[in-house]
């Protein structure tokens, strides 16, 4: 398989957007954020690209207004807004770096590397935004213009710096004998921050290990639509059985009763004085009519009715005890229950974590509605 970081970072945020985007090859206009990120971007690409003299403040600015595309916001307000802070992103980042101190290696440089072994063997694909070479080593940098800024951890731990440091590293094979002194760096522009980080040969490892676990999925045909602060961006949400129904005028499809059904529905779960008889009929009836959509969330005037699916696992006794066994741990589960394996669950290695997952089996499914009030 050939894959991109972007792309398994789509399946990781939401596996049925990158069943859309990468599988079915349905294209979506970008995002303004996407625009604005990527015009930041080609700013920063002329400021480095080195040259007798450096640009100035002023042609940096020039360039970004060139590069400039309106078209994509909503209002006049909006574009002033996203266009003032584009050149308080410039102004700050050209204050506190000189462009002329900078050995710059490479810019927005294209790679490919294999991960995986025998036929097990994918290519992995990406940009690096910038390559400095320090003092004492290497710096890769990726520019970010999210407004979030993650903790120290999460960039000791980022994903996306593992793979570009692995391209590094594919390109320049003898620097791994120099590894602790190659930074990798998450520049957020809108902050004004870099925060920097190193990795271990052992990261490099668990990272291409997490490659080859997420691969594995993709190929297993599992795509699932995942809910999250990021389903607000997305361009897909007409589509989404999570979110298409909130589209239903479009599509044309709701009959009256359905509407009263969803409305009754929500009004009777927050009542005092519910009748469980009505509430299962009305709950019947909404399942069936999200089964006939295909959707899994349905919208109403008053609030939004979600199906949940509630899983139950039991345990193959067999496998179990030749996992624990060796272990000297299967006196303390010969009742096999959920209570007792999860008390010696944390103290497991993690081989044996691993085998416990997978011996889990579906005991059996249950599904109900949530109820969300506008």
Request: glycine share 4%; with cysteine.
């Amino acid at each position: 398989m050939r894959i991109s970081y972007s792309a398994m970072d789509s399946y990781q945020s939401c596996p049925l957007k990158y069943k859309f985007q990468e599988i079915d090859r349905i294209r979506t206009p970008k995002s303004k954020e996407a625009v604005f990120g990527s015009t930041i971007h080609e700013t920063m690409k002329f400021i480095h690209t080195p040259g007798i003299l450096s640009p100035t403040l002023d042609q940096a600015m020039e360039h970004f207004s060139n590069s400039w595309n309106p078209a994509v916001f909503e209002n006049p307000d909006e574009e002033r807004g996203a266009f003032s802070q584009g050149i308080r992103i410039i102004q700050q980042y050209l204050q506190k770096n000189r462009p002329q101190d900078y050995n710059i290696v490479d810019l927005e440089s294209r790679f490919q590397i294999e991960i995986g072994a025998g036929e097990e063997t994918h290519i992995v694909s990406g940009i690096i935004d910038r390559i400095d070479k320090t003092e004492d080593g290497y710096e890769i940098i990726d520019y970010k213009t999210t407004k979030k800024m993650p903790s120290q951890e999460k960039v000791d731990n980022d994903l996306q710096l593992s793979v570009y440091l692995k391209a590094f590293l594919s390109r320049y094979p003898k620097e791994i004998e120099n590894l602790d002194k190659i930074k990798v760096s998450l520049y957020y522009l809108k902050h004004g921050v870099k925060l920097s980080s190193t990795r271990t040969l052992e990261q490099l490892q668990k990272s291409e290990q997490l490659f080859l676990d997420t691969i594995k999925l993709i190929e297993s045909g599992k795509f699932d639509p995942n809910i999250t602060p990021l389903c607000d961006w997305c361009g897909y949400q007409n589509m989404c059985p999570m979110w298409k129904h909130k589209f239903k005028e479009l599509r044309k499809i709701d009959t009256e009763e359905v509407n009263q059904a969803i409305m009754e529905y929500i009004e009777l779960k927050s009542a005092m004085s519910i009748t469980k008889d009505r509430l299962g009929n009305l709950q019947e009836s909404i399942l069936q009519y999200m089964d006939q959509e295909g959707v899994e969330r349905v919208f109403g005037e008053t609030g939004i009715i979600a199906r949940s699916l509630r899983k139950t696992y039991k345990y193959d006794e067999e496998k179990l005890r030749e996992i624990l066994e060796p272990l000297d741990k299967w006196e303390d589960v010969l009742k096999v229950d959920g209570i007792a394996l999860k008390n010696i669950f944390g103290v497991l290695p993690f081989e044996a974590k691993k085998g416990l997952e997978a011996a889990k089996i579906v005991d059996k499914e249950t599904k109900s509605l949530v109820v969300k009030k506008k």
